[in-house]
Nanobody, 117 residues
């Protein structure tokens, strides 16, 4: 079973930056389109960014709420996907998770991001 381990969250002031990491134990990690999701209290989990697998030319997509501020990337050799979060806002406060775009794997524990002054 694939394990997902998210890290890099924390408390950050509005306008600040964070870089999240997600390490996956998947043997064929590179073939999967990967996504970063978030879940705020009382809200459903939502996809905020995704990146294509190795056949997809590195294509990325972003939710409107984060477009221009967040950047997703991946290192297939390290089986890791990243989320660079810039110009964060209080509404970005949530637990952040990674998974395939099809949500193939069990969820990890997530990493808490709190944006507050």
């Amino acid at each position: 079973q694939v394990q997902l381990v998210e890290s890099g969250g924390g408390l950050v002031q509005p306008g600040g930056s964070l870089r999240l990491s997600c390490a996956a134990s998947a043997r064929f990690f590179s073939i999967y389109a990967m996504g970063w999701y978030r879940q705020a209290p009382g809200k459903q989990r939502e996809l905020v960014a995704d990146i294509a697998g190795f056949n997809g030319g590195g294509r990325t997509n972003y939710a409107d709420a984060v477009k221009g501020r967040f950047a997703i990337s991946r290192d297939n050799a390290k089986r890791t996907v990243y989320l660079q979060m810039n110009s964060v806002q209080p509404e970005d406060t949530a637990v952040y998770y990674c998974n395939t775009v099809q949500r193939n794997w069990d969820w990890g524990q997530g990493t808490q991001v709190t944006v507050s002054s």
